[in-house]
């Protein structure tokens, strides 16, 4: 059978000296922190352990501690609450950690989310202390936007809503798809309070509540992918919170949200570039070692260009990817590279794993490899948090002045 080692294939794109001319190549940090995380990731969670997770559908605490340990939680957040780095580094880390354990890529890119929202709009002395704890590792906290009645479109479906009572809120409603909700201290909540016509954007606030609050339940749905982390159905059933959960102006909580899209676009992007570099890595070590007709069938055409066309869309996902980064971190305008990439690198994940899927021929329909897993995980970012025919509706709007669309 086929080993499964580490992938032996390098992708460099250059030598030594382009590498140090590359415009989209690590910084000598991020070099570092992305070794770092490989080893760690390698050592904590190699891929017998992560099949063994994915296959009893365990979130990998020790991994989540290591990473606690390396501060990789504080990564983008601001200095005075104990973070470092920014949207780059967020990004070799979410990349190396969906080339292995998927799942916890997945929970990253929530974290990341919940600490830009909490900075940015968090008021100092009420949500300082979960943010500082969020920053440390010590605590989880869930994004809970979507609802049984829609996604794309949340904010006309919205049902949940929230309600001034005596000193607080009063939360009725019901979200779906909550990835880490099971296991968060928090949940970021949007709900609806004030109504508004036409599904407006406006009218909408974002709480921060204790997943402790009495109504509130949480229940795991069974999903095709991502097994490392929880996906939750949550129902809000009369909660209760402080007026002090309330993240933010009051009714703006929809606009809040939508100026963190960028970066969790970004995010996604990784996420997708990890994945298809680590399957594409595999399925080129696979075509060496399998044979057919007395030799290896990385030797037959069609399968060396599927390769091919693999190794170019990553490249070039990349490539957005990094170009977007560079002018978010230096306060330009990102959104539009930043879809692309999304799209661009979401894609050509799906692509490399399915063609994966088909090298690998039987082989690859066995749970005991790891390519059913990136086939299975990596489609979730073709449309969450945003679905790719959306991301599209906006490139066409905001790029090419093309009338909207919907
Ligand atoms: C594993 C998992 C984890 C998730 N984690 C979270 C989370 O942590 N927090 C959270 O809030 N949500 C989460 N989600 C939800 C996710 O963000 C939504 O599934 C996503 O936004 C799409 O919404 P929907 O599923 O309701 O699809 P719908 O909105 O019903 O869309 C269905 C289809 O219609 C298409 N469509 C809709 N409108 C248009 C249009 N105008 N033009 C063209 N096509 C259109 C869509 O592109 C899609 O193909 C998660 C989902 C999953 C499966």
């Excluded at 970066?263 to 570099?277: D, H, K, P, Q, Y």
Aim: hydrophobic share 45%; net charge negative; with cysteine.
């Amino acid at each position: 059978l086929f080993s499964q080692e580490e992938p032996t294939m390098s992708f460099d794109v250059t030598d030594s000296t382009g590498i140090g001319l590359d415009p989209i190549g690590d910084s000598e940090e991020r070099a570092q922190l992305r070794a770092v995380v490989r080893r760690m990731v390698g050592e904590i969670s190699p891929p017998e352990r992560i099949r063994e997770l994915d296959e009893s559908e365990t979130f990998d605490d020790e991994l989540h501690r290591t990473l606690a340990d390396l501060a990789v939680f504080s990564l983008g957040a601001p200095e005075e609450h104990g973070g470092m780095g920014d949207v780059r580094d967020q990004l070799v880390v979410i990349e190396e950690l969906a080339a292995g354990p998927t799942s916890m890529a997945v929970f990253i890119i929530v974290h990341y989310m919940a600490i830009q929202l909490l900075s940015d709009f968090g008021d100092a002395d009420r949500h300082t202390d979960v943010l500082q704890r969020l920053v440390a590792g010590q605590q989880k906290v869930s994004f809970a936007l979507s609802e049984p009645g829609g996604g794309t479109d949340v904010a006309r479906a919205m049902r949940t809503t929230a309600s001034a009572v005596d000193g607080g809120w009063r939360i009725d409603g019901q979200k779906m798809w909550i990835s880490g909700a099971a296991r968060a201290d928090h949940l970021i909540v949007l709900a609806r309070t004030t109504a508004a016509e036409n599904g407006s954007i406006d009218g909408i606030s974002m709480f921060l509540v204790p997943t402790t609050a009495r109504g509130l339940h949480i229940s795991e749905l069974d999903t095709v992918g991502v097994h490392g982390l929880d996906t939750c159905e949550v129902t809000l059933d009369g909660v209760e919170v402080a007026a002090d959960a309330l993240v933010g102006a009051q009714d703006q909580g929809f606009r809040q949200m939508l100026a963190t899209l960028n970066r969790e676009r970004l995010n996604t992007a990784a996420g997708s570039v990890g994945v298809g570099r680590a399957a594409l890595g595999f399925a080129r070590d696979y075509a060496l070692e399998r044979q057919a007709f007395d030799k290896p069938i990385g030797s037959f055409q069609v399968l060396q260009h599927r390769l091919v066309d693999g190794a170019m869309a990553l490249e070039a996902a990349r490539g957005l990817m990094v170009r977007a980064a560079e002018i978010e971190a230096g306060g330009g305008r990102a959104d539009l590279l930043a879809s692309m990439a999304k799209v661009a690198a979401s894609e050509a994940g799906v692509t490399i794993t399915q063609d994966g899927m088909q090298l690998m021929g039987g082989f690859g329909f066995s749970r005991e490899f790891p390519m059913q897993r990136w086939f299975r995980d990596v489609r979730l970012w073709t449309f969450s948090p945003l679905t790719n025919e959306m991301v599209r509706n906006y490139l066409g709007e905001r790029l090419l002045d093309l009338p909207r669309s919907f």
